[in-house]
């Protein structure tokens, strides 16, 4: 398998410093079992010098021995109602 080389003129994908980008959470919800978690997040960056970008962010992780909450995996999406729709009928349709 070839690997494609990476665009360096495509700045898209670049991260920025928590300086340059300003995050704000708008709504949260988080489910609890055993020693575990998961979070549901709307959130919103706001770059100093953009646009202000809103998405939905899932988080799912455990309490450390000393009770703080530690991320093991996230993945963010879109805010558009196509993606939360696709989402939704997709776990629905697992039972």
Known sequence: MTQTPQN??????????????????????KYEWNNNWISVERRRATPKDGKPNTFI??????????????????????????VRDFVAEKLMGLS
């Open 57 to 82: 962010a899932l988080s799912r992780g455990y309490y450390s021995r000393e009770g703080s909450p530690k991320t093991k995996t996230s993945v963010t999406l879109p805010d558009s109602k196509e």
């Open 8 to 29: 360096t003129a495509d700045r898209r994908f670049e991260r920025k410093s928590n300086e340059e980008v300003k995050y704000e959470t708008l709504t949260s919800a």
